[in-house]
């Protein structure tokens, strides 16, 4: 089975703490340029095939544009989110505006942008006509209803998710639009989070490679990419084997030879809006021991808290940790390592066997590099750490400062002090 290895050995990370304090984020440049060069290998047999990587996965300008390097856009669901996409330099369909409940403001910002806007709602077509005008390409966003399955597996219920079209009201979208002067339509779709499944993308490409022929039919209009969006995910426990990019590569082909080639649409694009797989298993959060505590259970306690990494507090989300300079010792203890908030679900792990851990000890908390530092928050007045850069050539860079009591105050309107 695979063991999670930290990207950095000890040396490196004890060098890296005597400048930068703990805790930060640490983002692996190597790593995550790997990712999307094996990514656009995978889909090299698509002309137009395009990753928008979401932005609210790891929003920092930094790693945007590592990955605009490597040929990718950005997937945006917010006002922030576009206004970083366009600092960074991305322009017009390099940028995905995949938002939901928008407000005009938000419409307004990526029409001018030029930015690809998918409408999650048919309502959302009078809407955006009096935002901001109809653009001459646009992208529906398609819920099927039920349950989504591989096999006989339950992956997730998109019946019960607030995003999307019926099929009824995507083809009565596509009708208005084109009305309306849209020349080229996409088709997004977002069925399962999270999927450590190589047949995720091949399922969901069918079942869109299928509707946009039936569009087609219906309503004769050009459909030039369907959006695979997010959700191919990444192992967070050792005994689950990672996705093969290769092979699901493979599979959205020969789905795309079997439906969209017969049907003369060879020509549509694929694009993906990856975040998790794109970027979580290159980030790691690094924090110190600094407490332990024995009562009913045996607890250690770090400098950082759900405030860093929302994901344990919030889905009671497994996180594997590594303490650094012990990874061949043996695991005899069970912790609980938990932050400092006045919150009983403030636990990274949970009943954890670990090697026994001093104070002092460098704990890197994995896969942390997206939905992590994102996620943050700051309750009990606690602040957003840094987030440090290690390079290919094995240095560093600060790419986000920790926040200050000043930052927290900064907001603050009607008192002096
Ligand atoms: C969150 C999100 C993504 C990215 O999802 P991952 O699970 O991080 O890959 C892509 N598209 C949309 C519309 C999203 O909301």
């Not at 889909?43 to 605009?68: C, D, M, Q």
């Not at 505006?97 to 307004?108: C, G, H, I, L, M």
């Not at 650094?324 to 400092?340: A, L, Q, R, T």
Request: aromatic share 10%; net charge negative; glycine share 8%.
């Amino acid at each position: 089975m695979p063991k999670k290895v930290p990207f950095v050995t000890k040396e490196q990370l004890d060098q890296i703490v005597e400048q930068y304090p703990t805790p930060f984020h640490l983002y692996d440049e190597k790593g995550i340029r790997k990712t999307a060069r094996d990514l656009y290998k995978a889909f090299s047999w698509n002309k137009g095939f395009k990753e928008y990587f979401a932005v609210k996965a790891t929003p920092n300008p930094t790693i945007l544009k590592i990955l605009r390097e490597e040929g990718c856009g950005t997937d945006c669901s917010s006002l922030t989110e576009l206004m970083m996409s366009d600092r960074c330099g991305f322009t017009g369909p390099e940028i995905m505006f995949s938002s939901n409940e928008t407000p005009a403001e938000e419409f307004r910002l990526a029409k001018e942008l030029g930015a690809t806007i998918n409408l999650d709602d048919i309502t959302h077509i009078e809407f955006l006509k009096e935002a901001a005008g109809i653009p001459e390409r646009i992208c529906c966003r398609f819920n099927p209803g039920g349950v989504f399955k591989l096999g006989t597996s339950i992956m997730d219920n998109p019946g019960d998710a607030k995003y999307g079209m019926t099929r009824t009201q995507i083809a009565e979208a596509y009708k208005q639009l084109k009305e309306l002067g849209v020349k080229e339509f996409g088709i997004h779709s977002f069925l399962a989070s999270n999927t450590v499944s190589n047949e995720y993308y091949p399922e969901l490409a069918r079942i869109l490679f299928k509707l946009a022929v039936e569009l087609k039919e219906e309503t004769d209009v050009h459909i030039g990419f369907i959006n695979l969006s997010g959700g191919i995910g990444i192992p967070y426990t050792e005994d689950k084997e990672p996705n093969d990019i290769f092979v699901i590569g493979e599979g959205v082909r020969k789905a795309y030879e079997e439906i969209l080639v017969p049907a003369g649409m060879g020509d549509v694009s694929i694009y993906t809006e990856l975040g998790r797989y794109m970027l979580a298993p290159h980030g790691h959060l690094v924090v110190k021991a600094i407490h332990e505590k024995h009562t009913y259970k045996e607890y250690i306690g770090v400098d950082a808290c759900a405030v860093n990494l929302m994901r344990p507090a919030m889905y009671g989300a497994y996180h594997h940790i590594t303490v650094m300079g012990k990874e061949n010792e043996p695991k005899d203890h069970v912790y609980d390592i938990v932050g400092s908030l006045c919150e009983n679900n403030d636990k990274f792990a949970i009943d954890r066997e670990l090697p026994k851990i001093d104070m002092g000890d460098l704990l890197v908390i994995h896969d942390a590099g997206a939905h992590g530092f994102a996620m943050g928050y700051n309750y009990n007045g606690k602040l957003k750490s840094a987030e440090i850069l290690l390079k290919e050539d094995g240095t560093t860079q600060m790419i986000r400062r920790a926040e200050t009591p000043e930052d927290y105050f900064a907001t603050l309107k009607g008192f002096n002090f």
